[in-house]
């Protein structure tokens, strides 16, 4: 199929092109999300994965193997005008080697697709490049100074500066919040298990916000800032409609698992003196400090409304989690 370039002729209104798209991390969390969306906007979808897997309908598959600053992308670029990176770690897990790795292997995929004719790279970061939390009313704007505070906001925010060190490709930067759905891990799990154990919990005086994002929302903007033509060369900030309380958002949890939520107050001074602590301090800062986005000139440029209501796609969350 000839695709037509991001680059040609295309007007700032148009945004559905038919594109050969590689993405890598196609087989997880978000790629798995995100590959049906692209499907059904006519794009051509080459689904990378590290060792191979289910391929979302309408892909074809493409074993990358380990990526990293030498691996040979040659045949994975072939007929690709746009690269949207997802396989990047989701957290700092255990292996801080291949976390620091990470901005080298992003250059080097960058560099690749330069040589190889590719359009444009998306490159998904985190907000944590920015920072770990917000002063109230103040949500992070794209132009803010960036202040990552843990070796995972660090390499991402490398990721991106390498990224925008290599001439002859649009760079598109997208730093989403916390992203939940169906099948999610990690945090985010461990909170819907808290949750549903029933304990008490001792969040009904906090009064912090929080910036989420559903995966069906964060697709549906990756997939079309993988094609809009004012999306290039910009970095763009993306959550959810509504920010929720650390309190909405357990009692929107419980009421998808069936429960009621068991909520008490305690002293915000002592909740200050348990974020300290190592271990249930870093846990305990993301339920209690407020880390909230402005997307407002995402949504402006590329006209952008998330697809999913937040209450709705937590309830289905907790749901699937409890299923």
């Known amino acids: 199929m000839q695709h037509r370039s991001i680059a040609e002729g295309i007007s700032e209104s148009e945004t559905k092109i038919v594109a050969g798209i590689l993405v890598t991390g196609a087989a997880g969390f978000i790629g798995s999300g995100l590959c049906p969306v692209l499907a059904t906007r006519g794009h051509d979808i080459v689904a990378g994965s590290r060792r191979g897997g289910p391929t979302p309908e309408g892909a074809e598959p493409m074993v990358l193997g380990e990526i990293g600053p030498k691996t040979d992308w040659s045949a994975a670029l072939d007929r690709i005008d746009v690269v949207i990176h997802l396989a990047q770690r989701a957290h700092a897990g255990p292996d801080p080697k291949a976390l620091a790795a990470e901005p080298e292997a992003v250059a080097a995929l960058a560099r690749a697709a330069a040589t190889s004719g590719v359009k444009r790279l998306v490159l998904l970061s985190s907000i944590k490049a920015m920072g770990e939390a917000t002063a109230p009313g103040r949500p992070f704007r794209a132009d803010d100074e960036t202040r990552p505070e843990d070796a995972y906001g660090r390499a991402k925010l490398a990721s991106e500066r390498a990224a925008a060190g290599i001439a002859g490709i649009e760079l598109v930067i997208i730093r989403p919040p916390l992203v939940y759905g169906p099948g999610v891990r990690g945090n985010f799990a461990a909170l819907i298990r808290l949750v549903g154990s029933g304990l008490p919990l001792p969040f009904a005086a906090v009064d912090s916000r929080r910036s989420l994002i559903a995966r069906d929302n964060l697709a549906d903007l990756i997939a079309l800032a993988a094609t809009h033509p004012a999306a290039a060369g910009q970095i763009l900030l993306a959550r959810d409609g509504k920010d ?80």
């Open 244 to 323: 929720l309380s650390t309190p909405d958002l357990i009692r929107t949890l419980a009421a998808g698992l069936g429960r009621k939520a068991r909520l008490f107050p305690v002293p915000g001074a002592l909740l200050a003196g348990l974020r300290a602590l190592p271990g249930i301090g870093p846990k305990l800062s993301s339920l209690t400090l407020s880390l909230q986005v402005d997307d407002a000139p995402t949504r402006a440029l590329l006209g952008w409304t998330p697809p999913v209501g937040a209450a709705g796609a937590l309830v289905d969350t907790a749901r699937s989690f409890a299923a």
